[in-house]
């Protein structure tokens, strides 16, 4: 059984479907990238992998790689669980780095707002609970959002976020970006996703992020696009050959915790932490409707926003450079790798009630929420 996606726009339609495909994988050299970045800006491609059990709609389409692709082709793989990509790449994805990045979770900080951050036990449809919108309401976010039918970039992130959540805040010592937080069960995840950017210090970033359409104004609604090489931090990883070699056409073991692009005392979630999240959420089968936002997803697609995990529809940068899907779908990368050419990531879709976790090409555009790191006592 073979697994495709087809993303077809004319205005407001998308048309997402699965059927049988065979699929190209590829890995190519950047010319631009820093000698010390991982070269992973053409690593694979796969099929997204979107169950809509509302939608009757079938297509079929492919991807072609021209010659100057310089890689060989792969098949798309189904194993029990999901599509994975297996092909060869021409290009070899290492990185030299002088030092390791350092995560001390001390450097970050993290505040509770007014009341405490609502969990998954203490949260219930009769309960009250406060409202932490004084920011949303001077943005009268009502008006920005009155007759909204589908996604729209010029409504400000804090309109997304559920108005019946009280958030945390975390501060990322870095670049000094302010980020919302809430606990789900014994978890506490950013509620929105990461915008960092700053490949000098961190350049496994170096040409392996995005802004959607790269626009930089839509990163400050969405956040940024990473590659799974970008999102591991494959250069600090690495470490100048002392540590993991991490990549294209690498397989490698990978530590427990990867701290990957998440500010200091957070990391890049695991397959098996992300379905921790599904778990207290109530499942996998509904996990969909209650991790998506309240509004902007196409087609009446939009969530409860349960627990205030706020899933936005700021879609995908496809491993050609091309942008597809803001308004219908959104993946995060996991830390955990698939096959030398794919790693795992959790999906949401406008179609479906569930969210659940399959695998893609490393070279795919994803957003990346982080995990806060246990507290040892």
């Not at 389409?61 to 010659?67: A, E, F, H, P, R």
Request: charged share 20%.
């Amino acid at each position: 059984m073979w697994r495709f996606v087809v993303l077809k726009k004319s205005k407001s339609i998308i048309t997402l479907a699965i059927s049988s495909l065979l699929l190209l994988a590829a890995c190519d050299d950047d010319s631009s990238s820093s000698p010390v970045a991982p070269s992973d800006s053409r690593e694979s491609s796969s099929s997204v992998a979107l169950a809509n059990s509302s939608s009757s709609v079938m297509s079929s389409s492919s991807v072609i790689l021209s010659d100057s692709e310089k890689c060989s082709s792969g098949v798309a793989r189904e194993n029990s669980s999901s599509g994975a990509v297996e092909g060869s790449c021409s290009s070899i994805d290492s990185a030299n780095s002088s030092s390791s990045v350092k995560k001390e979770s001390s450097s970050s900080v993290e505040t509770a707002s007014s009341s405490s951050v609502l969990s998954s036990s203490s949260w219930s449809p009769e309960g009250t609970i406060e409202s932490s919108s004084s920011f949303e309401d001077e943005l009268n976010c009502s008006a920005l959002l009155e007759g909204e039918t589908e996604w729209n970039w010029n409504v400000p992130k804090e309109c997304r976020f559920n108005p019946n959540i009280t958030y945390g805040t975390m501060t990322d010592s870095r670049d000094k970006k302010v980020y919302k937080t809430v606990k789900i069960g014994a978890q506490t995840w950013m509620a929105e996703n990461l915008n960092y950017v700053d490949s000098s210090m961190t350049p496994s970033l170096l040409n392996r992020s995005w802004c959607y359409n790269n626009d930089s104004a839509n990163c400050a609604v969405a956040g940024r696009l990473y590659t799974w090489a970008a999102a591991i931090d494959s250069v600090a990883l690495y470490d100048g050959g002392n540590g993991v070699d991490c990549g294209c056409r690498k397989t490698c073991t990978l530590p427990d915790t990867v701290y990957g692009i998440c500010p200091p005392g957070w990391h890049l979630p695991t397959q098996a932490e992300w379905d921790t999240l599904l778990t207290a959420v109530g499942g996998s089968s509904t996990a969909g409707t209650k991790l998506k936002s309240q509004t902007g997803w196409y087609s009446n697609g939009n969530g409860t926003d349960t627990y205030g995990f706020s899933g936005l529809p700021v879609g995908i940068r496809y491993y050609n450079g091309d942008f597809y899907d803001a308004n219908g779908y959104t993946g995060f990368w996991s830390a955990t790798q698939h096959s030398s050419y794919a790693a795992y990531y959790m999906y949401l879709d406008f179609g479906v009630y569930l969210a659940d976790l399959y695998d893609d090409g490393k070279n795919f555009g994803f957003s990346v929420r982080c995990l806060k790191d246990e507290e040892t006592p």
